[in-house]
């Protein structure tokens, strides 16, 4: 455990200082931080002055280094816009990204995992075929239109006269397609739980859950269908397996079979991808949050963009990468712990 410890840290290293050297790198095409910051009205003499003042006539290595090692102390700057320190910043709006990936996730693991097992147990039924065409069109989908549909159906509402209306069956058949919306498509609610620090959260009251329902959806409409397909190929593939036909020779019961012996093994690569894709999820949130209104760091970060906050950008940068490694280190612990015949390591048992 120590030594994989120890390079999972060094792993971490490498990839932060290699996500630093990028993230510093393209401060320089996202433009010239002393317009942002005093704008068109100072003169030259007094522009150089600054720039001096600043460290920004430095060479770029001894630039660099000053930057790694405020990162280093948890000082990435401040920013432009909001005028204090972004990791502050980010702080504010991460918990609000935070729960719409933890929404999204129990979406995708209460779904994925029963749909995925049914599809690998009776392959050839029709509501099988059914779920597989529906996980293939959702894979093709992009969540920004998903989203946009989500609102015009739930939120704002559809009136449909398909069927003929002079008929009792017609007008049933119209009003089970339509929709009243209703449902909450703006920003997070106004009744948020404070839990702690800057955590505010809406799972505790009922205006914060239903504005929840639809940004969760639509980012999990993303993430669900592959789930659904690798947990449907893995379990089809565990259940071709020797000791699967042996269990059954014993006598064992189906039920025994498929979800104590099957779905265990099932499991081991999913949490793999699993881990991996929780973290490409806070990437995804970026177009959630905008169609939505969401006021996490996927919004936060476009805003940085439109207003040339350097430094905020920078700071979106690194915090991501370090939620990627964090991750990922994390899933290997898992999956260690889970799969007793693979050591730490990386080597076979």
């Known amino acids: 455990m120590l030594a994989f410890l120890v390079q999972r840290i060094s792993q971490a290293v490498l990839v932060m200082f290699v996500i630093s050297v990028i993230a510093f790198a393209i401060q320089d095409g996202l433009g010239d931080p002393l317009q942002e910051m005093v704008g068109m009205s100072v003169s030259l003499e007094e ?11 430095d060479s770029m290595v001894v630039q660099y280094l000053r930057f790694a090692g405020n990162a280093i102390q ?190 265990k093994n099932t499991m081991l690569p999913v949490i793999t991808v699993g881990g991996v894709q929780i973290g490409i999820m806070v990437a995804y949130t970026i177009l959630t949050e905008t169609v939505f209104q969401w006021p996490g760091v996927g919004l936060m970060f476009l805003e940085a963009i439109t207003r040339s906050d350097i430094p905020l950008i920078v700071a979106y940068l690194m915090v991501v990468g370090l939620i990627f490694v964090i991750t990922n280190t994390l899933v290997d612990l898992v999956y260690g712990l889970v799969n007793p015949t693979v050591k730490l390591t990386g080597k076979k048992a």
Not at 47 to 57: F, H, I, M, V, Y
Not at 130 to 149: D, E, K, R, Y
Not at 172 to 201: C, I, K, M, Q
Not at 216 to 236: D, G
Request: include cysteine; glycine fraction near 10%; proline fraction near 4%.
């Open 47 to 57: 522009r150089e002055a600054l720039r001096d003042e600043l460290g920004l006539n």
């Open 74 to 263: 948890g000082d990435l700057g401040n920013s432009y816009f909001y005028g204090k320190p972004t990791l502050e910043v980010i702080s504010e709006h991460l918990p609000a990204t935070l729960e719409l990936v933890i929404g999204s996730s129990l979406i995708i693991m209460l779904l994925s995992v029963p749909i995925g097992v049914y599809a690998a147990i009776r392959p050839q039924t029709l509501l099988s075929k059914f779920f597989m065409g529906v996980s293939t069109v959702g894979i093709s989908i992009p969540v920004f239109l998903t989203a946009i549909v989500l609102i015009q159906i739930y939120s704002i509402g559809v009136t449909v006269e398909w069927f003929p209306v002079d008929t009792s069956w017609g007008q049933w058949l119209n009003g089970a397609v339509s929709t009243e919306g209703g449902l909450p498509s703006y920003g997070r609610g106004d009744e948020l739980t404070h839990l702690f620090g800057t955590w505010y959260s809406g799972f505790f009251s009922k205006s914060g859950l239903l504005h929840l329902v639809l940004p969760c959806v639509s980012l999990a409409s993303i993430m669900l269908p592959l789930f659904i397909r690798l947990i449907r190929a893995e379990m089809m593939e565990v259940l071709q397996s020797d000791y699967i036909r042996y269990a059954r020779a014993k006598g064992l019961s189906a039920v025994r079979i498929n979800f104590l012996h099957a779905l």
